[in-house]
């Protein structure tokens, strides 16, 4: 018996070691291999972000018609109403009422326009964004009058259908709208620069040949005063740095062709030369938005820009590119080339600048309509139904592109298993989906400065999302290495233990695992 | 010899002229609308005995520059510096021609990822823009909705990998899932990718992402060989296929009206030795009616102002936001430091 005894002991022993390798390798190790190779993701919420429908944001705007009785406002109201019904991105809020008498008699007196809008604006609240007035003046020399206060100016009932155009093309956009909200880009959208917080406006005075010429211009000064003033009143879009220099001795070909003109002969250059300029200037300087004033050599002045031989008219030769900036060809006059000293005309330049600002930056051209009129800028400052518009477009832009960003972020994390979400860029998804929310219950409730608020907020969450560096964690752990490297690894030594736990478990249950010999 | 000169003056105005007037593309071509043109030119490999392979992504380099794309829109990827190689027998330069007649390194090549900058993760991020907040504008590729990005690696790979500074492979899985993540993220309109490796169509079979035309030096099983040796040199001094496809755009200027498809039958297999792949499912548009310069050369568009704003008061900027005006100090440093020692008397 104590050979038995002994056996039995030593059975024990075995299947004590077969059950420490079981536990060691199937109870502790097969979880741990699992969990240490799982790519680690944060649950996002995929449900909301698949229930984005970025073509059904809309603004909510108000409009005032005051008129000199009440027919006729509700008239020009419900014209209005029917106008804009078709449009799903513009809800119009109308409101139509009389005039006030006292309103009624100073418009019919004054003469001029200018004064009309001064009474106006003391009348009515015409410093809120979102809101438009529409007022009655019978003293007009055309149907519409539009100036930079958020009030435009009608003569009578029959003025309505050119009202609507004038409201439907300059004031409230709904077309540009649904290019900002539509996937293809438009021709808007290509020509202004994205949504950016921050933007780096950098000025740049060219003077090629600096031992020439002396050149009178305070170009900080200039830059402060004059492109400060006007970014200024776009602070609630963008913040902006500004910075000038100076660039001495570079020389550009322009391959200039002397050709007789209307006044004298003249330097052409063909439009085709141009983005090599912008090449040039492009290594000089950063900056996302670039304004150059080029100051040109005096034996190429008069430069005129040709396209295709066809003379361009404009009051001084400058060119924009688009998402880019925009240069002016400054020409020195024949007595300032004599003289050896310019004076840069800073009012012509700095107003050229402006204008492409204006559009670098998303405020578009006004096509004129007959029989309305628009008062022309004569200041830096952009008209503030403008930056009403440029508020709208710029929600619904970054609205949509967050909402976007998300879905193909969402998308691309479905595709691909192994990326990794940190807690971070979960954090990150989870704000966009809220801030875009938000945005979203703002424009529908025509809280513009709001929407645009937490439209940005979005906007920045989601692109920090999809750009976190911590999302390239993808490359080095892809799921066919989990298994082409640790399984060979570990087969081998599993085979044994695997064989081993039928007998194990027989042990276990009191069953014999050998069977005793008989002698 | 009089005539002869005449002729070749009349010939030489004429091009003159054909090169200045209207760049107009004729009528069987498809109008592309892109707005920018990209470059990402990546060399990968170490050592001076892949000395080729720089002299590769050069020569690209220098034909998409003379093309029109400029520097701020190429990124130049090089992980050696042949020309300051201790066994270049010629320092400061590259030649990619027998007879050392192109000196590619020239004097303004800008290397925008060198040496061991050059890494598999840095590309990827390089082309998912996922890179880090602090990195400059030169090393970043800003391209939008609009560009239209020619990509070109050059190096050594296998079956389904492309080596990376002889430590690390990129996957064609992983270059397939960048690509996407760029389209996702609406980073280019349409890519050109060519490759210049062995068994080099493997890397581009996983791709899955619209619009993207794909060409490579050789199929899967083949090599792809060098072209020749430089004695001079002591190695070999450019590959095949980069050898023909210089060649070809050699030919080609800013205006030329050659075609893609033309460029992707480049190098036929008697030139080659490899076969050269094409991968063309993706791409919406016929090669043969796409022009070369859609991808090799550069729009930039340019408006015209002719609406200024008639300022008639100059305006104040009210508010002055953290002005920093610093009066410069500019002085002579005297001749001997003596304000530096101190007195020792």
Redesign the interface.
């Known amino acids: 018996m104590p050979k038995l005894d002994k056996k039995r002991a030593e059975e024990a022993n075995r299947m004590w070691a077969s059950a420490s390798f079981v536990g060691v390798l199937i109870i502790i190790g097969l979880p741990l291999w699992w969990k240490t190779t799982e790519v680690y993701r944060v649950a996002l919420p995929y449900d909301e972000i698949n229930a984005f429908d970025t073509d059904s944001h809309f603004i909510t705007t108000e409009l005032v018609v005051l008129a000199n009785d009440e027919k006729t406002a509700a008239k020009i109201a419900e014209d209005i109403a029917k106008a804009f019904e078709q449009t799903d991105i513009i809800k119009l809020k109308i409101r139509h009422q009389k005039l006030s008498d006292n309103l009624h008699q100073t418009l019919d007196m004054v003469a001029d326009e200018q004064e009309a809008l001064e009474e106006v604006a003391a009348a009515v609240d015409v410093t809120k964004h979102n809101t438009f007035h529409v007022v009655q003046r019978r003293h007009l020399f055309q149907d519409v009058w539009i100036g930079g206060d958020r009030v435009a100016f009608f003569r009578d009932l029959k003025a309505s259908s050119t009202l609507i155009r004038a409201l439907s093309s300059w004031v409230l956009q709904p077309l540009l709208l649904e290019g900002a909200r539509s996937l293809a ?1 438009d021709d808007a959208r ?2 202004r620069l ?1 949504s950016e917080q921050h933007l780096d406006l950098l000025m740049t005075v060219v003077h090629p040949r600096p031992q020439n010429m002396k050149v009178v211009f305070d170009a ?1 000064a200039v830059l ?3 492109i ?2 006007f970014v ?1 009143e776009l602070s609630y879009l963008h913040n902006f740095t500004l910075k000038s220099q100076w660039l001495h001795l570079t020389e550009f070909d322009f ?1 200039a062709k002397q050709v007789l003109g209307p006044s004298g002969p003249e330097w052409w250059v ?3 030369r ?2 090599l300029l ?2 040039q200037l ?2 000089r300087g ?1 900056g996302t938005i670039r304004l150059a004033a080029y100051i040109l050599p005096c034996d190429v002045t008069p430069l005129v ?1 040709h ?2 031989g066809s003379r ?5 030769p ?6 880019w900036g ?1 240069v ?1 060809l400054l020409n020195p006059s024949r007595e300032e080339c004599s003289k050896g000293q310019y004076v840069v005309p ?3 330049l ?3 600048f ?3 600002l204006r ?1 670098l930056l998303g405020i578009t ?1 006004k096509v004129p309509i007959p029989e309305a009129y628009l008062l ?6 952009p008209r503030h139904w403008e930056l009403d518009s440029l508020l709208r477009l710029r929600t619904l832009e970054q609205v949509t592109s967050a909402q976007r ?1 998300l879905k ?2 969402a ?2 994390l479905g ?2 298993p192994n990326i990794v979400i940190t807690d971070k860029v979960g954090g990150y998804i989870q704000s966009a989906v809220e801030h875009a929310h938000e945005a979203r219950v703002y424009c529908e409730l025509g809280s513009l400065v709001e929407a645009h608020e937490n439209a940005r907020s979005a906007n920045d969450a989601a692109e920090t999302a ?4 911590s ?2 964690a ?2 080095y752990f ?1 799921d066919d290495q989990k298994y082409a490297i640790y399984i060979p690894l570990f087969l081998p030594i599993m085979f044994p233990v695997i064989l081993s736990l039928k007998n194990l478990i027989l042990w276990f249950k009191g069953k014999p695992v050998v069977k005793e010999k008989t002698d | 010899m009089v005539l002869y000169c005449q002729i070749f003056l009349i010939v030489s105005y004429l091009l003159h002229f054909s090169l ?4 107009e593309l004729p009528e069987q071509f498809h109008k592309s609308n892109h ?1 920018n043109n990209w470059a990402v030119l990546v060399d990968t490999s170490r050592f001076w005995f892949n000395y080729r392979h720089v002299a590769n992504v050069l020569s690209i380099y220098r034909s998409v520059k003379r093309l ?1 794309i ?3 829109q190429i990124i130049l990827m090089i992980s050696d510096d042949m020309a300051c190689n201790p066994r270049n027998p010629r320092p400061a330069t590259i030649f990619n021609n027998a007879h050392e007649q192109i000196n590619v390194y020239g004097d303004d090549v800008e290397v925008d990822y060198r040496g061991y900058e050059v890494s ?2 840095n590309f ?2 390089l082309l ?5 907040p602090d990195t400059p ?1 030169s090393k970043r590729l800003l391209t ?3 560009s239209n990005i020619l990509i070109y690696l050059t190096g050594h790979g296998g079956d389904g990998f492309l080596k990376f500074q002889d430590s690390e492979e990129i996957t064609s ?2 270059l397939a ?1 960048a690509l ?2 760029m389209w ?2 609406r980073r280019y309109n349409e890519i050109f990718f060519i490759i210049d490796t062995c068994q080099a169509s493997s890397m581009y079979e996983k791709f899955y992402s619209p619009n993207i035309l794909a060409t490579a030096s050789s199929l899967v099983g083949e090599d792809s060989l060098s072209h020749h040796v430089d004695s001079a040199i002591g190695v070999y001094i450019i590959d095949r296929y980069t050898y023909y496809v210089l060649e070809f755009l050699e030919n080609v200027h800013p205006n030329s009206k050659k075609t893609m498809s033309e460029f992707l039958s480049v190098c036929p297999k008697s030139a080659c030795l490899s076969t050269v792949g094409v991968r063309r499912d993706l791409f919406k548009r016929d090669p043969n009616k796409v022009p070369i310069t859609d991808f090799f050369g ?1 729009v ?21 936001l953290n ?1 920093t ?1 610093v009066p410069e100090k500019r002085e002579y440093l005297p001749q001997f430091p003596m304000h530096l020692v101190k007195n020792t008397i």
């Open positions: 880009a290509r020509v994205p900080p402060e005063d004059y400060g003033s200024d391959q063909s439009v085709d141009l983005p912008l090449t492009d290594g950063l820009l396209d295709r361009i008219d404009a009051p001084v400058a060119f924009m590119s688009p998402k925009g002016v800073v009012n012509m700095m107003g050229t402006i204008s492409q559009k051209d022309p800028l004569d200041s830096v400052s960003s193909s972020l998308k691309l595709e691909i999809f750009t976190e560096p999302l390239l993808l490359l892809p | 200045g007037s209207a760049v707005t029109g400029p520097d701020s598999v993760e990827v991020r998912t823009g996922r890179v880090p504008k939008d909705e609009g899985q992983e899932d996407e993540q996702q993220k550069s930039r568009p340019v408006i015209i102002t002719t609406d200024p704003i008639y300022i008639k008061h100059a305006p104040k900027r009210k508010k002055t002005v005006r």
